[in-house]
């Protein structure tokens, strides 16, 4: 049997990661009744608030309009406020609300204890590369052309 190129086990191998990564978020969320994608809103304006729908659109690299119907949502929740600039009221920034805070710290909570739960079953002596090497891929997939992933 002819062996396959190393690109394809490559392929193979994130396909299962991004499944298996993606069955983890729904269920992270699914805990509070959001999507997936309103997980991802939760977490970045946690890490970076007050961004505008435009920059946060561009850093889940989706369409604001998409991005618009999802943060309606968090807002009717009262998870995320829309702020006005006070200096031009046509700039909107985006921020957590306390209760958006707590319900990202929930998520985020089952997310670390998830991850924990991987990381104790990779020999220790091997953590350290492990981590290593996701943030080479990370950073390589990023740099490449063809990638459609915003930088981080």
């Known amino acids: 049997m002819k062996e396959l190129p190393a690109y394809v086990n490559v ?63 968090l807002v009717e929740l009262g998870w995320v406020s829309r702020l006005q600039d006070p200096k031009d009221r046509r700039y909107v920034t985006l921020a957590l609300t306390e209760e958006g805070e707590r319900q990202h710290d929930i998520i985020a909570r089952q997310m670390q204890e998830y991850v924990e739960s991987i ?12 981590l290593e090497s996701l943030q080479l891929i990370s950073t390589a997939m990023s740099q490449s052309p063809s990638c459609c992933t915003p930088p981080m």
Not at 31 to 58: F, M, T, W
Not at 62 to 68: E, N, Q, R, V
Not at 120 to 125: A, L, M, N, Q
Request: net charge positive.
């Open 11 to 73: 392929r193979e191998i994130f396909q299962l990661l991004v499944r298996r990564f993606g069955i983890l978020q729904k269920d992270g969320a699914q805990c509070c009744g959001i999507s997936v994608i309103q997980s991802h809103v939760l977490y970045e304006l946690h890490k970076r608030p007050n961004l505008s729908l435009n920059d946060l659109a561009q850093i889940l690299s989706t369409d604001t309009s998409t991005l618009s119907r999802q943060v309606n949502s």
């Open 119 to 130: 990381l104790v079953r990779i020999p220790e002596d091997k953590r350290q590369q492990v």
